[in-house]
């Protein structure tokens, strides 16, 4: 091999080097599913990707930082966007005043307890009963003192609200926090495909 073929060898295997840093770092990544709180949307260990460009939208899933446990990144779906006004009553959700079908949590919500939907929810892998949510609005979330999602902030929840520790409790995420917007799923490949927002 001559000295030149070589030294462009080197510097293609460099430049698709720096590609691939590149895609894997500011256009898209995969991420592994930690936990149970996105069910059934997502289950735990399965891998996705996630876009690492854009503002998310309202019912897209999203990594971000766990401002609780540094170190630790939590999956969860944007339920609030700047301006909306959220809250929760008799197992609904309202955005902006409108009921929103929530259409990923309906294999979840078979889950009820029959004689009181409100009250509990079987998780579909141990069968273990948790307590639901209460009705809420923004303004009865500590750390947040609105009627409507602030500029720059979104308001988030996990698909499996009964074991979810999201916006409930650790209040609004930055926008500019948020490390990706998850797309699809890559495995097991028995549940590849993309992921519908809604």
């Known amino acids: 091999m001559k000295k030149n073929e070589l030294l462009g060898n080197i510097i293609w295997f460099i ?9 894997r770092h500011f256009v898209i990544s995969p991420i592994q599913v930690s936990g149970d709180s ?16 854009g503002e998310p939208k309202r019912f897209e899933i999203v990594t971000f ?3 609780d446990q540094p170190g630790k990144s939590y999956i969860k779906r944007v339920i609030g966007v700047p301006g909306d006004e959220i809250s929760f009553k008799k197992d609904q959700l309202y955005v902006n005043g409108e009921l929103v079908n929530e259409k990923y949590i309906e294999e979840a919500k ?5 004689t009181n939907p409100y009250t509990s ?4 892998i141990d069968e273990t009963t948790y307590e639901l949510e209460t009705d809420f609005s923004l303004q009865d979330i500590i750390g947040i003192e609105t009627t409507v999602v602030p500029e720059g902030k979104v308001f988030v929840l996990g698909d499996n609200r ?37």
């Open 15 to 23: 430049g698709m080097l720096a590609i691939l840093f590149a895609v």
């Open 162 to 198: 009964p074991i979810s520790k999201d916006s409930r409790y650790i209040g609004l995420i930055d926008i500019k926090d948020i490390s990706g917007r998850v797309k699809f799923i890559f495995w097991p490949l028995n549940r590849f495909g993309l992921i519908e927002n809604n």
């Open 65 to 67: 930082p766990a401002p």
């Open 110 to 114: 078979k889950g009820y307890d029959d």
């Open 121 to 124: 929810y079987k998780k579909p």
């Open 38 to 53: 996105m069910l059934p949307t997502l289950e735990n260990k399965e891998r996705i990707m996630q876009l690492k460009f």
